[in-house]
């Protein structure tokens, strides 16, 4: 919920004026995203997202993000592709940000999950993980392993504040994953943020998969493992083996899964539930007073985590 | 900046299928709008804006906004209509709160204030309490002379942690204001909070009036007065008398402004400036900690007051 950058009159026209979309009719700034400013631009020629990159995303890992949307979309997986401006760029500047316009995708992202939802989204992140093989750069995930321990340390003083004992809990996680965390997994290109905010859906139909700023080239089923645990759970936090069966073997039919990735599931999946139990404390803990943008409760990662911690192995997420 | 209430596709489903729109395609969050939850929504029919009405607007209000801005519209006044539900209906309910759809304006509010902007407001305004004339529901003014004091009474231990002395000079204002208020001026249909960003442009040209949810029925001097406060005053909060004139003299041409309104400018303007003080004053001494909207600075209409308190004569405001 978030527009920090306003854009005059002047400088939007200027802007606009570069491509060949016709003149702007309207332009409102998204309630939703959280990491950059997004405005819905209604043009002569249709609607399109005009972003301006706020401080979150680094400017040297635009050309990549902007790059795997481009390519993606002429691959055939719906997702937003961005305009080039006359000068051939897609990356340009605007307000002093580095800002780009790209197309519009219809549908509204579902609030409430269900199985379908989760069968769709298989299928269309293993079409994503094909897709991304060609794709001929590259950018290191800046949120796995060798990042955590970093993260936990700038939390670990306060972390008992959310929960008593969350900073041995964490500590000790990281011991885990640390000894445990696979070397050698299939890899490529990661969406690795598809939270149900980031789909879009036409009734039963997945229309489309948006925001690649923090796709990186990972393990292929830490992917996976993120959309289980942001899609699987419940609300009251508990595992939903119906829609991750769902998931799984709509992903399975679109791309090969190996033996050692499936094995590797249970210990992918804490790592993918740290991951975002460790940017949401982190958040929670040093979001500024009076921010725009609520902070997630970290607890509901904690408690994803543990129900990973306890699975004996991979069949309990109901792979066949 | 603000969607307080989060619509589920279920519900946004069975909402919009009482309406003549077809099939909903996309459904944003706009983060402008302090007041209620707004959502631009794309059909099969085209665009149009979903409003839930939040805890500020009284539901027993509701009938009057929407009829007049349904009224207004037939009469040619660029603003939005209701859409009528096959009930005939057009407030209904929505998440358990009042909710409306209605028509969607091209155009942008203008972030830099030029004199062809006031020009254009100015007609605008004169139409629209031209056209008010024939609107047969009425709405008193819950922010007029009368609520002043007792808005004022709740800030006024604490309004001197704004500015040391500010008690004082809006209790004086104050006395001033009761003493010297008019009791016979024109009244009718006023918009009351045409601010900038509630009024839409088209290259040069005026396209929308929005927000109608402070309408009332009061002296028609004082929507003027209000719109001169907003739009004429500089961001170092000097007068620019250039824009004053352009917005009388297209208003003036508009609707025949009497001697007794001319006169009662200088009174009726500190009026408007000390309204806004009171509820910006208001805002910014209970915002709650972590508050979505971030309250404008009561300073601001600090400064327009201690203009028009040295004001000798309407003729200061551009007046031939």
């Known amino acids: ?42 043009t002569e020629q249709g609607q399109f997202i005009l972003t301006l990159y706020e401080k979150r ?8 993000f902007l790059n795997l949307m481009e390519f993606l ?4 997986i719906p997702c937003p592709t961005p305009l080039h401006a006359e000068d051939g760029k897609a990356l340009r500047e605007l307000c002093g940000r580095p800002a780009a316009i790209v197309t519009f995708l219809n549908g509204m992202w579902p609030k409430k999950i269900h199985a379908t939802h989760c069968a769709e989204l298989g299928t269309a992140l293993a079409r994503l993980h094909t897709a991304g093989a060609g794709f001929d750069m590259s950018r290191p995930n800046g949120l796995t392993l060798e990042a955590w321990r970093p993260l936990f340390n700038e939390s670990a003083e306060r972390a008992d504040e959310i929960l008593p004992g969350l ?6 996680e990281l011991d885990y994953l640390e000894a445990n965390w696979p070397e050698r997994l299939p890899v490529g290109i990661c969406h690795a943020d598809l939270f149900p905010d980031n789909v879009f859906f036409l009734g039963q139909s997945l229309s489309g998969l948006i925001d690649f700023y923090f796709a990186c080239n990972d393990f292929l089923i830490y992917d996976l493992a993120i959309c289980l645990n942001a899609w699987c759970f419940e609300r009251d936090n508990s595992f939903n083996i119906t829609k991750a069966k769902r998931m799984l073997s709509a992903y399975r ?33 040093n979001h500024p007073e009076g921010a725009l943008v609520k902070p997630k409760d970290p607890r509901e ?8 911690q306890q699975v004996a192995a991979p069949g309990e997420y109901g792979l066949d």
């Open 57 to 64: 995303v680094l400017p040297q890992d635009l050309p990549y």
């Open 167 to 172: 900073a041995e809990i964490l500590s000790r």
């Open 301 to 308: 990662y904690l408690s994803i985590l543990q129900f990973h």
């Open 253 to 285: 039919k679109e791309r090969d899964v190996s033996e050692a990735e499936i094995a590797a599931l249970p210990v992918i999946a804490r790592g993918a539930a740290l991951r975002f139990l460790l940017t949401r404390l982190y958040d929670w803990l």
């Open 1 to 42: 919920m978030a527009v920090y950058t306003e854009v005059s009159d002047e400088d939007l026209e200027a802007f606009v004026a570069d491509y060949d979309i016709g003149a702007v009719l309207s332009f409102k700034g998204i309630a939703e995203g959280v990491e950059n400013t997004n405005y819905l631009m209604q």
């Open 73 to 76: 979309a002429e691959a055939g």
